[in-house]
């Protein structure tokens, strides 16, 4: 949160004169950011109102924007998602695989709730989500409801830095097409001050050295020369899912337990933030870039600014090959009507067929989260990269959905 409130004071001038409301359901943390916030506010002498709402229909009520980012069952629940698949010899991580679609299931009931609530009281309002997985809630919402979304995630910017370092290219001056889907995405094209550097790039990456150390830079370099393109992150869970396997089962904790265990530290520096007239929170987790991307996405539409961000937003025909009713994740022009996506040709051919693959589980996976068909829920498991059984998909189903039993009432209706 903290790093949205330094999104918005970045912006300030832009947000003049607006009101911010927060909203959680736990009420400390509410109190606690709302104070932070205030006084984060105060020190800049920036033009925004702040109130804090317990409901969330108060919480709604004539919004132009509304931030989601949240996980039901907190990392309790991500624990899970994460320990779950494990069991079954299957990658277990919080947006990418089975784990991502039993917090998918526990999302986009809520986000529906919130695009209920918004049909009715502020029909115009945009949802800016990162509430994860970003792609699967945004079509769940697309599908379901008449609300306007914007899905987000800032890890093409993390992933591009990367890459800008490991090539020797100054990553400010450098842009690329991220294409794909969320945590799914590829670059062959890059512009280096806008100018395409072509045949530069292929020639860098062969030249590439594996990096010594780090196991996960080594998996991602090797997947850039084998495939001559430039991956998301997450691309090592396809490519080496038994090495992640292994590698996971080997830890004693998961990432899970690794974040849970940092909290109490963050939260202190919260505390004493919240405190200071001049707060500077940490910029560790949610206190760095996350809640400038959103910012920027505001101000975007707000502004009518045309600006060009990477966003998931339907796929209207920019991906060629991909239906167009997808939920892709592309550079698209942000302005007054939302993100324009442009076109972006075909997906590069050696992950072309992996793309539509997550595209198929990422459909079947929306349609049971917003349904609680558990047909539906057993098909997206199936038709997921990582499940090579059906008995895997049957077993991770049901014990997934017994663990998160109240955090799906769409699964288990009450009575
Ligand atoms: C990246 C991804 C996010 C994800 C986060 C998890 O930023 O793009 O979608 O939520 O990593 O980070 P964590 O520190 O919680 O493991
Ligand atoms: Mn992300």
């Known amino acids: 949160m903290p790093g949205v409130i330094r999104g918005l004071l970045g912006r300030a001038a832009d947000l003049a004169g607006s009101q911010l409301v927060l909203h959680d359901l736990d009420g400390g943390r509410l109190d606690l950011m709302r104070r932070l916030a205030a006084r ?63 917090m998918a299931c526990r999302s986009v009931p809520v986000l529906l709730e919130i695009a209920s609530v918004l049909e009715e009281t ?50 400010g001056r450098l842009e690329a097409d991220w294409l794909g889907l969320n945590h799914a995405t590829w ?133 060629e090959g991909l239906e167009a009713e997808a939920v892709v994740e592309v550079p698209s022009l942000v302005g007054a009507a939302g993100p324009a996506p442009l076109a972006m040709g075909p997906l590069p051919r050696p992950v072309r067929g992996l793309t539509m693959a997550i595209h198929e589980y990422e459909w079947l996976a929306a349609e049971a989260a917003a349904t609680g068909d558990r047909r539906r829920a057993l098909q997206a498991l199936m038709a997921h990269p990582f499940v090579k059984r059906k008995a895997v998909a049957d077993a991770i189903l049901e014990e997934g959905l017994a663990a998160h039993r109240d955090h799906l009432p769409q699964f288990f209706p009450a009575g």
């Open 187 to 319: 670059a062959e094209r890059l512009r280096l001050d806008g100018v395409e550097v072509g045949g530069e790039l292929t020639e860098r990456l062969e030249r590439l050295e594996p990096p010594s150390g780090d196991l996960a830079m080594r998996q991602l370099v090797e997947l850039a020369r084998a495939l001559g393109l430039l991956p998301n992150s997450y691309a090592r869970y396809y490519f080496f899912h038994d090495d992640v396997l292994a590698e996971l089962r080997a830890r004693p904790t998961t990432r899970a337990q690794d974040v849970m265990a940092r909290m109490p530290a963050l939260f202190d520096d919260y505390q004493a933030a919240a405190r200071q007239h001049a707060p500077q929170p940490s910029r560790e987790r949610g206190g760095g870039g996350h809640g400038e991307l959103a910012i920027e996405a505001i101000c975007a539409i707000a502004g009518d600014e045309g600006r060009r961000l990477i966003v998931n937003t339907r796929n209207g025909g920019v991906i």
């Open 40 to 102: 984060m506010i105060a020190a800049a002498g920036a033009d925004l109102e702040i109130r804090a709402e317990r409901e969330l229909r108060p919480a709604l009520d004539g919004a132009d924007f509304v931030f989601t980012t949240f996980r039901p069952g907190g990392m309790r629940a991500r624990h899970l998602d994460e320990s779950i698949p494990l069991r079954h010899g299957v990658v277990g991580q919080e947006t990418a695989g089975p784990g991502g679609f039993l």
């Open 122 to 171: 502020a029909p115009r309002a945009w949802i800016v989500n990162y509430t994860n997985p970003t792609n699967i809630v945004t079509d769940a919402v697309l599908r379901h409801s008449g609300a306007r979304i914007v899905g987000l995630c800032d890890q093409h910017a993390g992933d591009l830095e990367l890459w800008a370092g490991l090539l020797g290219w100054p990553a």
